[in-house]
């Protein structure tokens, strides 16, 4: 199994303020820079950056590309891996996110994810004029054809219901041949096997618990095996998904110090994605942290744990659970696999993920209030301490994989 | 071989989604949503109950089973569920295949987890 970081690069408003101080958008760029850089060194595969538009505190990164092409500058082996790009052409039109996708494997030396999705707040679609109803078929479409001008010299241009243009040689062409590996963000369990069927990485942005991904690895492979008309020229097999993350001395420290991180992030994309609330949000005028903060604390504890819990349902969550508060709130990350707690702990939950097959454990430590120092702390504790020994199995994954793949006539370009 | 679909134990179902299926596999995505969706229908109105039934989210929260169905073009009408009488309207001719597999999985694991 190997591991990657994940950025929204949240940024929650002040309690006690209507905005943010002048140098805080400033400050989550560069701390960011300084984590990937760290995880870089210690050997951390993979880093993941979202692509968001208007979801004030929740999400800040906008332009993925541009803190990539730093990033490409300043690392020399994580694989710079978009989590996504918005690919409906209202938000990015295809040739232009094919250029960037392009320019950036150039500048990074071949070290580029392709991910790709749609996105589902009302805010994002509401601003760039996207129908809900029509986001999926914009997005296969200009999936497909983003591809096209990545291999085609030139491309013969596109007559789509959603786009169209001339023949044109779009340059530069990417180092990864035909392209680099394709990922498609999977909020619902069917996503995973459309990506399956269009042969892509399936980036699991559920948080989904070890039970739930061995359930989907079989399925997912078959379809593989069976029913895959890439679309793409190169298929990207393998299953990713979200984790929060956090280490400390103690198991305590560690629930303690991530306390209003993975909270407000469950609290924050319910709030966009929900069409009633986020729909009505009030750009510049709404303070999401306060609200969050003003909720009783019984609640938000229970939107922490729960979050912890990766979502488990309240009778799974009600049974057989200690009464003490943080043994609770412990109780309920070691039954989700979380990654909060001490490096035995952490060690512990996420090896029920390798014993599932999964690819790619993706780290969510940026989000909320969590401090820079704890974080930056925790990936050195992670990558010093757990990820060698995962590094050295790799070999017995690697080697499953294979197996999964026999019969299979696609080329093959993945990174796992 | 159909996967999962196996574990669909309605004859009749099971025929209308394996033919869903062949629509996915011969790249017809259009034809997959028309068929999938009339099995989708004919789910809800040999089970009526399933029309007021709420599933449990991830996070807890619980929504109507209908609600999940996917709005990509094939929209279930608000109006025809309250009244009992459920509908699709198809607001499109054409689906991608990404639209067509998304209404079939849906619609295969909600007749798994409903035990037809």
Redesign the interface.
């Known amino acids: 199994m190997k591991f990657g970081l994940f950025y929204e690069l949240q940024l929650p408003r002040p309690y006690d303020a209507s905005t943010w101080d002048p140098d805080a958008e400033r400050r989550i760029y560069h701390e960011m820079l300084e984590q990937v850089e760290l995880a870089d060194r210690l050997g951390f595969d993979y880093v993941f950056e979202v692509e968001h538009h208007f979801l004030e505190e929740y999400s800040h990164s906008s332009a993925p590309e541009l803190v990539m092409a730093a990033l490409s500058q300043r690392t020399r082996n994580i694989r710079l891996s978009h989590g996504i790009v918005l690919t409906p052409p209202p938000y990015n039109h295809p040739a232009r996110v094919a250029e960037r996708i392009a320019a950036l494997d150039l500048l990074s030396g071949g070290r580029v994810e392709f991910g790709t999705g749609e996105s589902g707040s009302a805010m994002e679609m509401g601003g760039f004029h996207v129908e809900r109803g029509l986001k999926k078929a914009m997005w296969e479409e200009a999936t497909r054809e983003v591809c096209n001008m990545m291999v085609c010299d030139p491309y013969g241009g596109f007559e789509g219901e959603f786009f169209s243009m001339p023949a044109r040689n779009v340059i530069p062409k990417p180092i990864q041949k035909p392209h680099p590996p394709l990922w498609v963000a999977c909020s619902r369990r069917e996503t995973t096997m459309v990506a399956a069927r269009l042969g892509m990485g399936s980036l699991g942005f559920g948080f989904e618990t070890p039970e739930e991904t061995g359930e989907r690895v079989a399925e997912y492979w078959r379809l593989v095996r069976e029913e895959c008309f890439p679309i793409g020229h190169a298929i990207n097999p393998a299953l990713a998904v979200l984790n929060t993350f956090m280490v400390a001395d103690t198991d305590e420290e560690a629930i303690s110090r991530s306390a209003g991180g993975p909270g407000f992030f469950a609290y924050s994309l319910g709030y966009y994605y929900n069409p009633r609330t986020g729909g009505a949000h009030q750009p510049a005028r709404e303070n999401l942290y306060r609200r969050y903060r003003d909720l009783p604390q019984a609640e938000q504890d229970g939107r922490v744990t729960l979050e912890q819990a990766r979502l488990l349902s309240r009778e799974q969550i009600a049974k057989d659970e200690p009464t003490d508060e943080v043994q609770r709130a412990l109780f309920r990350a070691a039954r989700a696999g979380s990654a909060i707690g001490t490096v035995d702990t952490i060690r512990q939950n996420i090896k029920r993920y390798e014993e599932a097959h999964l690819d790619v454990l993706i780290l969510v430590a940026q989000c909320g209030d969590r401090k820079h120092e704890h974080i930056m702390e925790s990936i050195e504790r992670f990558g010093t301490e757990v990820l060698p020994e995962f590094k050295e199995r790799h070999g017995t994954h690697t080697a499953w994989r294979r197996e999964q793949l026999e019969g299979v006539e696609h080329l093959v370009n993945s990174t796992i | ?1 159909a ?2 679909l196996d574990r669909v134990r309605d004859e009749a179902l099971r025929a209308r989604l394996a033919e869903a299926h062949q629509h ?2 011969q ?1 017809q995505p259009t034809d997959a949503v028309r068929v999938v969706s009339d099995a989708f229908l004919s789910m809800l109105c040999q089970r009526p109950e399933l029309l007021r039934k709420s599933v ?5 929260l619980t929504i109507p089973l209908v609600m999940r169905w ?4 094939a ?1 279930l009408v608000p109006e025809s569920v309250e009244a009992g009488t459920p509908r699709i309207d198809f ?2 001719d ?6 067509a ?2 209404y079939y ?2 619609t295969v ?1 909600t007749a798994i987890a409903e035990e037809f």
């Open positions: 071989m996967g999962k996915l596999r790249q449990q989210m991830r996070n807890g996917p709005m990509l073009g929209n607001v499109r054409r689906f991608v295949l990404s639209e597999i998304t999985e849906f694991d």
